[in-house]
Every structure is written in structure tokens, then in C-alpha cells.
């Protein structure tokens, strides 16, 4: 990030006290809104926080699955600080999710899930990346009805883990939630996001800004 950017940290200045799910707010230890550089290309899409995020504030953050994203970002040069540094220094990279506080016992509801859109929503149109990672069901389902020609119905993520999605202006690249992943499926996510990232993705971006 350059010198001047804003604190990556909840950049945007979001809610960080929100209220709208009062389940959530009594399970929760805080709300968990995005992190990264405002200027990204790339945009990685949580479906929730897992613990460690819930702890630290920070996306993929934490704990071993958070552990193992930033892994994989560092390895292709986004991410300079450790894989367990609570606070990553990225570059050309957000990290967000699509439901912002944690609950220990269960995944969103719908309600729940409606209620952060406006977030995600914000985030997306603020940032207009060029590739999104869609990390677990209900970020692809959060991104399939609005960005793709595809019903969330249609999509599962296990199938098209490691694999592109052609989206509205951008490509989503699925992938396994990391406690849910192998080490194989893992490397074979990491595999594909690079030679994504190899290819010339950046016209379509470059058209839509000029």
C-alpha cells in the first residue's frame, strides 16, 4: 500500500458497532468489516468470520484457516508479513465477508445475510476489482445471482473449487473453505490463481475505466 493510503483497517469507515442482528451481537466480540488496500485488482470473499477474525478484527486472521489464506496471498506476492501476523501487509489486495460478525454455533441465517449486503455491496462497488475469490458456499451464492449468469443453485463450491467463474465485469475464482480443504486442494487453488493472475486480465478493468 503507498505511504498516503488510509489505515487498512475498516478503510471505508463502516459500522463498527452495528446493531442489525441482535443474535450476532451477543455472540460476537466485534464486528469484523474489510481489510486491504483500497486500491486492489483482487478482492478475497469470506462467507463469515471464523474465530480468529472474531478475536483479531481482521479478515483471515487468527487461526489456521486464516493461516492458510495468507499463505497462499504471500506465496503470490501479495501479502509481506507472516501467515500468522495479525495485521498482513498487503498489497493490491481486500479481504472482506459477506456477513461480518460471528456466530459460535451455526452459519447466518438469511436475514442476517441481507442485512450485511449493504457492506459487500459498498465494498465491491468502491474497490471494482477484476478478480474476486469466493471462499465458501455462501460467498459464492452472495456473489452468483447479482454477478453471474448462474443461480446459486447451480454453483457449488466444491465442484468449482480451483476453477473460473466469468462474472459481470470481473472473474470470481471459488474456492474450499481452508478447514474444509485438503492440502492438495489447497495447492490446486493456488495453482490456478496464479496462472490467473499470469494471464491478461486487466483489460476488461482498463476498458471499464476509461
Do not use: W
Not at 481489510?35 to 471464523?50: C, F, H, K, N, Q
Not at 509481506?80 to 461480518?100: C, G, M
Not at 465491491?124 to 459464492?140: D, F, K, S, T
Not at 485438503?182 to 486487466?202: I, M, V
Amino acid at each position: 500500500m503507498t505511504p498516503h493510503a488510509p489505515d487498512p483497517q475498516n478503510p471505508y469507515g463502516m459500522d463498527a458497532e452495528c446493531q442489525n442482528c441482535p443474535a450476532l451481537v451477543e455472540t460476537r466480540e466485534q464486528v469484523v468489516h474489510g481489510y486491504g488496500d483500497v486500491e486492489a485488482d483482487v478482492v478475497v470473499l469470506g462467507s463469515e468470520p471464523t474465530a480468529g477474525p472474531d478475536r483479531t478484527g481482521v479478515p483471515f486472521t487468527g487461526d489456521e484457516p486464516g493461516r492458510s489464506v495468507q499463505r497462499i496471498l504471500a506465496e503470490l506476492g501479495f501479502n509481506d508479513a507472516a501467515p500468522d501476523s495479525t495485521e498482513p501487509e498487503l498489497e493490491n489486495i481486500y479481504l472482506t465477508y459477506v456477513t461480518r460478525c460471528r456466530h459460535p454455533d451455526r452459519d447466518a441465517t438469511d436475514d442476517e445475510t441481507r442485512n450485511c449486503e449493504g457492506y459487500r455491496t459498498a465494498e465491491l462497488r468502491m474497490i471494482n476489482p477484476e478478480l474476486i475469490v469466493a471462499v465458501g458456499q455462501a460467498a459464492l451464492d452472495a456473489l452468483a445471482f447479482e454477478y453471474t449468469t448462474r443461480s446459486a443453485e447451480e454453483l457449488d463450491v466444491t465442484t468449482e473449487h480451483a476453477t473460473t467463474i466469468r462474472g459481470r465485469g470481473f472473474e470470481i475464482l471459488p474456492m474450499r473453505s481452508p478447514s474444509e480443504a485438503s492440502e492438495a486442494q489447497l495447492e490446486a487453488f493456488r495453482a490456478h490463481f496464479a496462472d490467473e493472475l499470469g494471464r491478461d486480465y486487466r483489460q476488461t478493468k482498463g476498458q471499464r475505466r476509461k
